[in-house]
């Protein structure tokens, strides 16, 4: 065996093979890395802070907690509520958008449409906010519940660069809309949608219950189609037909 790995590094082109180095620089990491010597400085009050820390389970409480209130009351029930307050999560921030359009008619097609779209932006930005994810920002992005052809986009982390990242998921998605043909391949719109069909085929096993359920909110609303109905518009559905809308 290492005869024959000698002889596959041999044939190996030099450019081919990977030298080791050091990575990017990551564009969402605070300022302060910037500065070595600031950081070597909260390194080193962090390891005296640690130093007489306990190694055991036990976790020292960092929370803040105020006196207990009394909201309400009746004869019957007493509503209290107590602040607790996390120094751990001062730099944490979460935002959460709600994209509706104004001017347009849902639509079966659109909303098949949006579903697609949301799947591939999706895989897209994960290659660009890898790098953020490194450093606990989180993303998510989801149809609109209420029946408005909107998108809703959900970002948390520190709040030093929360609305960097934001800014590049809005940038992307107003890209891959205006230039769907252009970005998107019939292989890849194939692919997620097919996942978009999964999704709703996965809808069957789920509970008589909760069928049941999808069947009456489909009746009483107006811009909301069976499963069946959906599937059998997804199978009409084209790349072509997407970049129209």
């Known amino acids: ?107 079966i097609e659109l909303i098949n449409a949006i579903e697609i779209m949301i799947s591939l932006l999706t895989i897209k930005l994960n290659t660009f906010l890898y790098p953020a994810m490194l450093l606990n920002y989180s993303y998510s992005l989801l149809p609109s519940t209420k029946i408005d052809c909107g998108i809703i986009i959900h970002v948390s982390g520190p709040k030093s660069n929360i609305h960097t990242v934001l800014s590049i998921i809005v940038y992307e998605l107003v890209s891959l809309s205006k230039n769907f043909a252009q970005q998107v391949s019939v292989d890849d719109f194939e692919r997620h949608k097919r996942i978009s069909y999964n999704s709703l085929e996965n809808i069957y096993a789920m509970p008589s219950c909760v069928l049941s359920n999808f069947g009456l909110y489909a009746t009483l609303e107006q811009y909301v189609w069976p499963i069946d109905e959906r599937i059998e518009s997804l199978n009409f559905t084209s790349k072509e037909n997407v970049d129209k809308l």
Do not use: C
């Open 1 to 107: 065996y290492i005869v024959k790995f000698d002889k596959l590094i041999s044939k190996l082109n030099p450019d081919q093979m990977h030298s080791m180095g050091l990575p990017r620089p990551n564009q969402f990491a605070p300022d302060i890395i910037n500065h070595q010597l600031d950081l070597l400085n909260q390194i080193n009050k962090t390891a005296v802070a640690s130093s007489d820390a306990s190694l055991g389970y036990s976790i020292k409480n960092t929370g803040i907690m105020g006196k207990p209130k009394l909201i309400y009351h009746d004869e019957g029930s007493e509503l209290w509520i107590k602040q607790e307050t996390d120094v751990i999560f001062n730099d944490k921030g979460l935002l959460t958008i709600m994209l509706t359009p104004t001017e347009i008619q849902p639509t």
